[in-house]
Structure formats: C-alpha cells, structure tokens
C-alpha cells in the first residue's frame, strides 16, 4: 500500500512538473486573456462533468469570492449548478446540451468559455464550446492529451497523461495558477 502511495504522488508531481514546463508562456498568455475579459466588464463561463464539474465550481468560487488576497469580487460562473436548468435541459432535448443551451442563454460575446473534460471526448462540453465560439465567447480547453476538445478550442491546455485522476489534479494546480495571476496582473497594489 505505501508503495501504492509513493507511486500516486510521483506520478501525480511528475504530470504536473511537465505540464507547467511545457506550458508556462501559454498559461501567461490565458491569464492575459482572462484579465482582458474581466477588466473589460465580461466574465468566466466553466463546465465540465463529474470531478470536472466539481472543478468548474471549484475555480468560479475563487474568483467570485476571493483566492490569495483582498480583492474586490470577480465575474465567473459554473454551469454545473442549477439543477433544474440541467434536469429539465436533459430530460427535454439531450443531455449533450446541458451546456450549450446555458451558454446561449447567458453568454455574451468577448466572455470567456472554460470547458473542462479529461477525455476531451465530453459531447456536452464539445457542444457547448462550439455555442460560445458561434457567439464571439473565447473558447479555452482544460484536456489531457487526446480527445476533440483540442480541435474545438481557442486555446488549450494539454495534460500529457493516460490517468484521469492525475490530469484532474493538474487542472485544479492550472485554475489556481490562472487565478494567482490574474490577481497579480489586476491588482498589483493590493499584493502583500
Ligand atoms: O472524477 C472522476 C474521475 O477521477 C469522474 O467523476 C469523471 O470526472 C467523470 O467520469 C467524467 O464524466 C469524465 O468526463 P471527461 O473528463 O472525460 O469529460
Ligand atoms: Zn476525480
């Protein structure tokens, strides 16, 4: 079992170290993006299922509450919370359109559109970041390393790994990264 152990937490440090090495100017690249869009009066839009669902909540709460610093609120929004909008979105068209009908409801061109699916073969996620690019929304992918969300969006951020568990790990490591320094890029006075 403790080999079990050492072996998760190797693995989990070794998809990380790569990722951030790998990507380090794209994911400066997302955090300019995302600050144009919020200083710019629009917001984040996130979606994903299961973990992912639970990540998309995850990062939309650090930046409409707060992260690291006192900072004044900032506009993000999960879809993955509404349970009557979901429940009645699946049990009335698809399930695959969970997403894409709340993107047409609630986005608004310039926002920005964070699909989350490890597999990158989410059809709900797909779906919906194709409804956000028709609209003007600037589509950016959390993925592993396979999968058509890749194709589909504006930019993509590529976990190079075959676990989903340890691409998910990344991903939340890569939302708190974003927020860490979209918080620096707007609000460099009230950094400690
Ligand atoms: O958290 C986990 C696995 O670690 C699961 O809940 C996982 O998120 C679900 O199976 C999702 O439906 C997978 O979807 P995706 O990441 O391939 O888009
Ligand atoms: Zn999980």
């Known amino acids: 079992m403790k080999d079990i152990i050492m072996n998760i937490l190797d693995q989990s440090i070794r998809v990380k170290e790569m990722f951030i090495k790998n990507n380090i100017d794209l994911i400066v690249k997302g955090a300019d993006r995302i600050v144009i869009s919020l200083a710019s009066g629009h917001k984040l839009i996130i979606f994903g299922n299961g973990g992912s669902a639970a990540d998309a909540q995850h990062i939309a709460a650090e930046f409409v509450n707060r992260f690291q610093i006192e900072r ?85 951020f590529s976990v190079e790994s075959d676990t989903t568990a340890r691409i998910q790990e990344t991903h939340i490591l890569l939302g708190h990264t974003l927020c860490d320094l979209v918080d620096r890029i707007l609000f460099p006075h009230l950094m400690k």
């Open 72 to 156: 004044p609120p900032l506009a993000a929004l999960a879809l993955t919370t509404d349970t009557s909008v979901i429940t009645s979105i699946g049990n009335d068209y698809h399930f695959d359109d969970i997403f894409a009908k709340q993107i047409r409801a609630l986005g608004k061109k310039d926002d920005i559109a964070i699909g989350i699916s490890t597999s990158g073969n989410s059809a709900n996620v797909i779906k919906a970041m194709e409804a956000a690019k028709e609209m003007g929304i600037f589509t950016i992918g959390f993925t592993g390393s396979g999968g058509k969300l890749a194709e589909v969006a504006d930019m993509t």
